[in-house]
Antibody, heavy 120, light 109 residues
Framework: QVTLRESGPALVKPTQTLTLTCTLS??????????VSWIRQPPGKALEWLVS???????YYSTSLKTRLTISKDTSKNQVVLTMTNMDPVDTATYYC????????????WGLGTMVAVSS | QSALTQPPSVSGAPWQRVTISCTGS?????????VHWYQQLPGRAPKLLIY???NRPSGVPDRFSGSKSGTSASLTITGLQAEDEADYYC?????????FGSGTKVTVL
């Protein structure tokens, strides 16, 4: 069964760095044509794509957030890690990781999401 | 502000047909990128509903259909059901980066 599971802190303080982990199950990011993205959704608002990493370790960043984001993968642990620096209350959101296989170029499997609040 | 514009809400009675538009530009949908659609039930993660403009993943009811023309795309629900009450998002690419639409809430009257 193909699943993704997000994990990380539920609360961070302003200016801190957020680190989230996406654990993959049932597939590998070393498989040709596979990429994993991070997507967030502030309460009551729309989805926002943040960043992706693919099987060749190519990385793509949202233009508006690229100075604050870093994505990496640990193939041995089957994990993808997102770091976001200088957190602000406007970054309060549910953060999802999702798989994208290249034939589809659509997000076919999503994690349940993890809610992150930014508050002092 | 999203590069893909959707109406904030649409509504319809059971068994009616509703259509959700997704309006882009020549840098995204009009550039030839495919459009995908997602359904997000209240409190749940999004679920892929339509991929590649018109294709349904296995298990998605055939009352959901998609189309694309020029710089826009549409999702149609033919025979609206109570369980279709949800938020719907289109997704495409803009200058090779993924972008989501602004989202549409579908209400079943």
């Amino acid at each position: 069964q193909v699943t993704l599971r997000e994990s990380g802190p539920a609360l961070v303080k302003p200016t801190q760095t957020l680190t989230l982990t996406c654990t993959l199950s049932g597939f590998s990011l070393s498989t040709s044509g596979i990429s994993v993205s991070w997507i967030r959704q502030p309460p009551g608002k729309a989805l926002e794509w943040l960043v992706s990493i693919d099987w060749e370790d190519d990385r793509y960043y949202s233009t508006s957030l690229k100075t604050r984001l870093t994505i990496s993968k640990d193939t041995s642990k089957n994990q993808v890690v997102l770091t976001m620096t200088n957190m602000d209350p406007v970054d309060t959101a549910t953060y999802y990781c999702a798989r994208m296989p290249s034939p589809l170029y659509a997000f076919d499997i999503w994690g349940l999401g993890t809610m992150v609040a930014v508050s002092s | 502000q999203s590069a893909l514009t959707q109406p904030p809400s649409v509504s319809g009675a059971p068994w009616q047909r509703v259509t959700i538009s997704c309006t882009g530009s020549t840098s995204n949908i009009g550039a030839g990128y495919d459009v995908h659609w997602y359904q997000q039930l209240p409190g749940r993660a999004p679920k892929l509903l339509i991929y590649g403009n018109t294709n349904r993943p296995s298990g998605v009811p055939d009352r959901f259909s998609g189309s694309k023309s020029g710089t826009s795309a549409s999702l149609t629900i033919t025979g609206l059901q109570a369980e279709d009450e949800a938020d719907y998002y289109c997704q495409s690419y803009d200058s090779s980066l993924s972008v989501f639409g602004s989202g549409t809430k579908v209400t079943v009257l």
